[in-house]
């Protein structure tokens, strides 16, 4: 039976080529635009770690001054970084199961063998945590043991700065100069670079190729070479600092710390271990705000930073307004399709077939169309994806952002089945119910 | 005209669903239209703000030092003399930040020592006597910086003060609104005097403030701080390129114990800045063009289905008597029908989903004149799709009547 129905859906849209197209086309227009605004509020809004949201804590403290909020148009925050005093006060809690604390710096690699020019890299300066805390890949070796602040010299390379250097070779215990430090090769990661990049939205949530992470050093090398760090800094009492020192016990903000805590009560024990921190630095004049400590999730963390641009959104929902409008289009066609060809289905009703025959019959008419729509609209949507990817690349943002990844496809697919299933139950079924007693007597 | 509406509301009454279903798409594609380009043209005037700067001639080579043997303060020197000396070159600075990249150092300052008085967050630009010429910017009132003000190279130079300011139009009304800024006297966080000593037409400095763009200021000071620096270069118009290949060239050689970092020349900051404008500009509109063209065919089909289904009566219609424009008429006043529905539903969804965008994204409240010109605009279009399909129903002879199906 199902045979003969789609043999004679085939030639009911044979005989209105231009009607079929017009279907099939505007579905697929109307699914196109949805993958592709799909994939990129997606790749934006992603969590790249979310098998580990659960676990996966910023820590923020509200250490800005007592005039203003760090952020006025967001006064309830409290700043995303915490300063050089804090960070390394709370790092020395040991109820976090891994607990890091990070900056950028920038420096130059040398000393490679066969490197004629000193290469100029963005580094991450972190603690050992970092590799195992966030699921770091590693192609050789790992990150570096021993506490932090003893500060062996030891240096973690990304593939793509071990590829250029090494030619792509293990190079694990040979050694590099970093800012004319002899460092220990200890790991190579694999290809690594999470978008967005969660553990650092301050410094860009979407990096450009020249402030990816290209190598990975101890955080203690920041203060041991007394560099100034690269990455953002903000300090809410203007003026001068007077020496390296008196930067380290300023009130300027430059860490980004991240804490593991795998359950409820550790999680508890580590916000009385900030707010009691708290307490005793306000007793000695320090925090002048009010108690604003806060433990934030990685998905919550992207969200009020914003990284999920509003654009995004509005494009979402005006891409699924444009597919309501197609559907809507295409429900109209098919009634007015199928009440042309009401003659016939008299005819078949007169011979005998029941209303649910008709419906069953329309509704496959109805289901090869959409399917022809959604292929079609996964062609388009490729299409415009690459369009889209042009545009990125041309502006040199957003890297390898919008790319079609197997997910965004199942449920492209799914929505248009769904949709144009739905669109088509209603055609079909009110054709079921045309008497037929009025189309035989016409003939 | 003599048209009578009462046959045509009741046909069209009889058979409303492909009606219905027309005058649904025109309600949602009005609503998006109308706040797509509500959204559009303020992305528009948002990449039109002119940086300020002549950024079309403008390239930046960044420079590092890479040991502490590297003598920046006369590398520095040595190639501002050799930029300033290349034909073609028009100016040539060195800075702590480059304009436009949204990258660099803004600070308080204020009208009165001890951090009191009205205060503004600056942009700051640390140039020397070139920085004017070389970013192309003019001065309004005042003079430029004098060689002997320029505060020489000092690792700490930051945390120096510096005693004469250059700043923008803007930012001396911010300051010193209704008064002459020129002459006066204003206050880093640190309680140190600086003199404004010329003011300079508006321009966009290194950070992005928000609104307004331009509260940027001149300081006189050698970079290098941080043991790295930017030298800006202008160029004649057309020169840009090769210029910027011979100087990263040479400059690569010509000091020892550094890198280049990075050349670019300033256009490419300034498509970066406008990039997230101008994407959702390109993408909204074609989505809105899209919606358009499918609600068009929706309302092609409809009529041309209508017109198919109604031969027998134009027939008999033409046979009692009508004109030509008469058929045309009536299904365009049908059509119009249709779109008036659809529109009048439109307005207020249009207006619902301005509402809800304003509240929920913070954006400016939706203006009547866009709606009230993007309800036209669809009913011209919507008017237009039905045309071809009445034409055509114009053309229908009368002899149809006469003929059964």
């Known amino acids: ?443 | 005209m003599a048209l009578n509406v009462r046959p045509l509301l009741s046909s069209l009454l009889r058979s409303r669903t492909g009606a219905i279903l027309v005058a649904m798409q025109i309600t949602i594609a009005l609503a998006v239209m109308v706040n797509a380009i509500w959204i559009v043209s303020q992305r528009i005037a948002a990449i039109e703000q002119p940086a300020g700067i002549d950024d079309r001639n403008m390239f930046v080579v960044a420079i590092a030092g890479l040991s502490s043997q590297f003598d920046l303060s006369s590398a520095l020197t040595q190639d501002l003399a050799y930029l300033r000396g290349v034909p073609g070159v028009i100016g040539a600075t060195a800075t702590e930040s480059v304009p436009l990249t949204g990258d660099g150092q803004d600070t308080e300052i204020f009208l009165q020592p001890g951090q009191r008085g009205r205060s503004a967050t600056v942009g700051e630009l640390q140039t020397d006597t070139e920085g004017l010429k070389t970013l192309g910017v003019s001065l309004l009132a005042g003079r430029n910086f004098r060689p002997e003000e320029i505060q020489p190279f000092s690792k700490h130079s930051l945390e120096q003060s510096v005693a004469e300011i250059i700043v923008t139009r803007t930012l001396a009304n911010v300051l010193f609104p209704g008064t002459d800024a020129l002459g006066k006297v204003v206050y880093d966080g640190a309680g140190r005097p600086m003199t404004i000593i010329g003011i300079t037409h508006d321009f966009m400095g290194p950070v992005d403030l928000g609104n307004p763009k331009y509260q940027t200021a001149l300081f006189p000071r050698i970079p290098g701080a941080f043991g790295a620096y930017f030298l800006l270069v202008r160029t004649t118009p057309g020169r840009l390129d090769a210029i910027m290949r011979t100087a990263q060239r040479h400059l690569a050689g010509a000091s020892p114990n550094r890198v280049i970092f990075f050349a670019h020349p300033l256009s490419f900051y300034h498509q970066r800045m406008i990039a997230e404008n101008r994407n959702m500009a390109v993408f909204l509109s074609t989505i809105t063009a899209m919606i358009l063209a499918v609600t068009c065919l929706g309302i092609f089909g409809l009529a041309t289905y209508n017109v198919s289904t109604r031969t027998k009566q134009i027939g008999t219609r033409r046979a009692v008597g009508a004109r030509k424009r008469d058929i045309i008429a009536y299904f365009m006043v049908e059509n119009a029908f249709i779109l008036s529905a659809g529109v009048l539903a439109g307005c207020a969804l249009a207006l619902a989903v301005g509402y809800w965008l304003s509240v929920r994204y913070g954006l400016p409240r939706l203006d009547l004149y866009y709606l009230t010109a993007g309800v036209l605009f669809l009913w011209l279009i919507g008017e237009l799709a039905a045309w071809q399909p009445a034409r055509r129903a114009a053309s229908v002879p009368p002899s149809v009547a006469t003929r059964t199906v």
Request: proline share 6%; with cysteine; hydrophobic share 45%.
């Open chain 1, 1 to 443: 039976m199902l045979q003969y129905y789609i043999r004679l859906a085939l030639k009911s849209l044979r005989r209105t080529p231009g009607l079929t197209a017009l279907m099939v086309g505007a579905i697929a227009l109307g699914i196109a635009a949805c993958i592709v605004t799909l994939t990129v509020y997606h790749a934006m809004s992603g969590n790249p770690i979310w098998w580990k949201n659960k676990v996966l804590y910023a820590v923020t403290m509200d250490s800005w001054g007592a005039d203003s909020p760090h952020d006025p148009q967001h006064p309830t925050l409290a700043p995303p970084q915490l300063t050089y005093m804090d960070a390394t006060a709370l790092m020395r809690s040991d109820i976090p199961k891994r607990k890091v604390i990070m900056t950028q710096e920038l420096g130059t690699l040398t000393g490679a063998p066969g490197q004629s020019m000193p290469m100029h890299v963005m580094a991450r300066a972190t603690t050992q945590d970092f590799f195992s805390m966030f699921d770091v890949p590693f192609q050789y070796g790992g990150g570096w043991h021993g506490a932090d602040l003893a500060a062996l010299p030891e240096i973690v390379l990304s593939q793509e700065v071990n590829d250029s250097l090494f030619g792509g070779s293990d190079s694990v215990g040979r050694t590099i100069l970093w800012n004319n430090i002899r460092f220990r090769v200890v790991g190579v990661l694999r290809h690594w670079a999470p978008l967005p990049r969660f553990y650092d939205v301050v410094d860009g949530a979407f990096a450009t190729p020249e402030d990816t992470d290209q190598v990975f050093v101890p955080f203690s090398w920041v203060t041991t070479l007394r560099a100034m760090p690269d990455g953002n800094t903000d300090c809410h009492i203007h003026g001068p600092v007077a020496n390296y020192q008196a930067f380290l016990t300023s009130e300027c903000i430059w860490i980004e710390m991240w804490v593991e805590l795998p359950n409820a009560a550790r999680r508890e024990r580590f916000q009385a271990y900030m707010d009691a921190y708290w307490a005793a630095q306000r007793r000695e004049g320090r925090f002048p705000r009010p108690l604003n400590n806060h433990l934030t999730n990685v998905s919550q963390w992207l969200m009020i930073n914003g990284v999920v641009s509003s654009d995004s959104r509005i494009l979402l929902r005006v891409a699924f307004a444009f597919l309501v409008v197609c559907l809507i289009n295409t429900v109209g066609i098919l009634l007015t399709k199928f009440l042309r060809a009401a003659p016939t289905v008299g005819v078949r009703r007169a011979l005998g077939a029941s209303r649910r025959q008709i419906f069953t019959q329309h509704l496959v008419e109805v289901a090869m169309v959409s399917m022809a729509g959604a292929l079609l609209g996964l062609a388009l949507g490729a299409a415009g994806l690459s369009g889209v990817q042009a545009i990125y690349a041309q502006d040199n943002a957003y890297g390898m952002l919008a790319h079609f990844d197997p997910l965004g496809v199942a449920w492209a697919l799914a929505l248009a089945a769904l949709s144009t299933l739905a669109a088509g139950l209603y055609p079909a079924w009110s054709i079921g119910r045309l008497p037929p007693a009025g189309y035989l007597k016409s003939r």
